[in-house]
């Protein structure tokens, strides 16, 4: 019994580990693939933006970056929540990009158009709207419906796309303007996204950016991720939760090892007596202690399905953010993390059985 409850502590702690770095690496990698395959070389945001969520810009920041000869085509975007009202959902809000043109020269909505696979792309004044595939399918509707949200405006789903970023699918797209108004952003955007005449002169132009614009931050896209203080923030914070639950993981081995050494006094001086040296002594608990957190931290990885599953599925994680099964790559690191704590947390009650004198422990009760 006592080996079944640290089984399950080891098992808790893995899952925990493993569910939080699945949905960092899921975050981040969705992001660099996002910025890929908009074609998007510069990102500019707010100076000191937190996120590009908290970012504020003016709309004539676009009028100055459009009138650079180094720049091919710009696009602004604005990003944010909007409720959704007026029906029934298991999706109180819906994640909401809106982007600055319809016209196909502009990367992003070119991007966004090519992956429509029902109905077409809004029209710009329409009160039109374009769903993302998993948002769709957690509202239960399709193109022709209608949608309240905001302040109650009404808009028709003109399209469904799937771009195959669960951020970006979980989500919808209008035009600009109509963002603005949903999100209560009159005047303002959240970011420009830049693509370059030269790709070789990026630098270059990061720099007349900056030099040229006020109060603008411009990054190259590949470094987005780097660049966003709230994904340190959330690295460190997986991070400390995970130390404190593989501490406490440590702990349960150790507490349980250290009983059962005392458990096994009479079986260890019998050992010893019979000639087992202390090394071997000291193995035969390090790899009970081995075995018990290995099959820990596999039961503990697969624990991190339900539990995925079950956070994708509350109301208030908007679709795509949580991925649907963890990190394949996590098995292995998970799996050694479980031994190290095995391992480490078998030296002490391993050191304490081979100081055991055979005469001594023979005679215990």
């Known amino acids: 019994m006592r080996n079944l409850f640290t089984l399950s502590g080891v098992a808790v702690s893995i899952a925990l580990f493993v569910s939080l770095t699945s949905i960092s690496t899921s975050l981040k990698r969705q992001l660099d693939q996002t910025m890929a395959l908009c074609k998007a070389d510069v990102i500019l945001q707010e100076k000191g933006a937190a996120t590009p969520v908290a970012s504020r810009l003016a709309d004539n920041v676009v009028e100055k970056v459009e009138k650079m000869p180094e720049i091919r085509s710009v696009s602004a975007l604005t990003v944010g929540s909007v409720r959704i009202s007026g029906q029934r959902t298991s999706l109180p809000y819906l994640f909401m990009f809106g982007v600055s043109s319809a016209e196909p020269y502009f990367s992003v909505a070119e991007w966004i158009g090519a992956g429509i696979i029902e109905g077409r792309m809004y029209r710009p004044g329409e009160s039109e709207i374009l ?87 411009a990054i190259p896209s590949r470094s987005l991720v780097g660049q966003i203080r709230a994904v340190s923030m959330i690295d460190s914070f997986i991070g400390a939760v995970s130390t ?31 000639g087992w040296s202390k090394g071997m002594v000291m193995c035969l608990i390090v790899m009970e ?77």
């Open 289 to 365: 202690a081995l075995l018990l957190s290995t099959a820990g931290g596999i039961l503990g990885y697969l624990l991190a399905f339900p539990v995925l599953k079950f956070l994708a599925m509350l109301p208030t994680t908007g679709p795509g953010w949580i991925p649907p099964t963890p990190a394949a790559e996590v098995f292995i690191v998970a799996v050694w993390a479980a031994a190290v704590i095995g391992g480490i947390s078998s030296l002490y009650p391993a050191v304490r059985a081979t100081r055991m004198k055979p005469a001594v422990a023979l005679r215990y009760e």
């Open 131 to 217: 769903l993302g595939r998993l948002a769709a399918r957690r509202l239960k509707t399709r193109v022709g419906a209608t949608l309240t949200i905001g302040n109650n405006e009404r808009y028709t789903v003109s399209g469904i796309y799937w771009l195959g970023q669960g951020i970006i699918d979980g989500g919808a797209v209008v035009d600009l303007e109509s963002s603005q108004i949903l999100l209560r952003r009159k005047g303002s955007i959240n970011m420009v996204l830049v693509e370059a005449r030269d790709k070789k002169k990026t630098v270059q132009l990061i720099s007349r950016i900056q030099k040229e614009i006020q109060g603008v931050s």
């Open 244 to 274: 404190s639950a593989m501490i406490l993981g440590g702990l349960l081995v150790l507490n349980t090892l250290l009983m059962a050494v005392s458990e096994r006094t009479r079986e260890m001086g019998v050992l010893m007596a019979i």
